[in-house]
């Protein structure tokens, strides 16, 4: 009897960046990119919608942040449950995986409220999949602000100018052999264009 050949394990591209820079339209094209290829692909988000997620969503859409220990615990109890019950299963039947945020935003967005950035990163590591590949979107914060104001959306308590320039900052200092940074601030087929040739490079696609 022959044994059933085993799913080969999917990907995981994490897009990563200030609010602005286009990360959903940018992962909108590339999920279609992929699947176009007859790849089985899974788009998400995080924070998540689920409970520790939203405590951290409706804080800041309120205009009045938690504490930085209380998003980081919200954070990680979040990132937990999103990698045990989405992301593992996900890879593990061969999908590909595309987030909206992952911990590189923790380090960069509470790294910017004080916390230790090379502290942030090891206590995810010790429990979230490691990418595959990164994306930092990087466009100008005076750009990114604009784009923000276009939409008619209002603010959040974390989309102030000094404060966003300090997590451009966080993400600039960033060094993993996953994470590319990818000039966004061309247009969306440019930028499009630029992850591709990243997305072949790496993972043969």
Same mark, same amino acid.
């Given at each position: ?69 209380? /998003?980081? #615990?919200?954070? $990680? ?7 045990? !019950?989405?992301?593992? *299963?996900? &890879? ?66 974390? /989309?102030? #100018?000094?404060? $966003? ?7 600039? !200092?960033?060094?993993? *052999?996953? &994470? ?26």
């Amino acid at each position: 009897m022959e044994s059933e050949t085993p799913h080969l394990r999917g990907s995981l591209i994490v897009f990563e960046g200030i609010d602005g820079t286009g990360k959903s339209t940018q992962i909108d094209l590339l999920a279609r990119y992929l699947r176009a290829r007859g790849l089985e692909v899974e788009t998400d988000f995080e924070p998540t919608r689920g409970p520790w997620g939203m405590k951290v969503r409706e804080a800041a859409l309120s205009g009045e942040r938690l504490s930085v220990e209380d /998003e980081i #615990e919200c954070l $990680l109890q979040d990132r937990r449950e999103h990698v045990r !019950g989405f992301i593992e *299963p996900a &890879l593990a039947a061969g999908k590909w995986v595309l987030l909206d945020r992952y911990y590189l935003s923790m380090m960069a967005y509470q790294g910017a409220s004080g916390a230790n950035v090379e502290q942030l990163r090891e206590m995810n590591e010790e429990f979230a999949t490691i990418p595959d590949v990164a994306f930092w979107l990087d466009i100008p914060v005076e750009q990114a602000l604009q784009r923000m104001n276009a939409r008619g959306n209002g603010h959040d308590a974390f /989309e102030r #100018e000094d404060f $966003l320039s300090a997590v451009a900052g966080v993400y600039s !200092g960033m060094e993993m *052999p996953w &994470l590319h940074r990818i000039e966004a601030d061309g247009t969306v087929t440019d930028v499009q264009q630029r992850i591709r040739e990243v997305i072949l490079q790496e993972l043969g696609v």
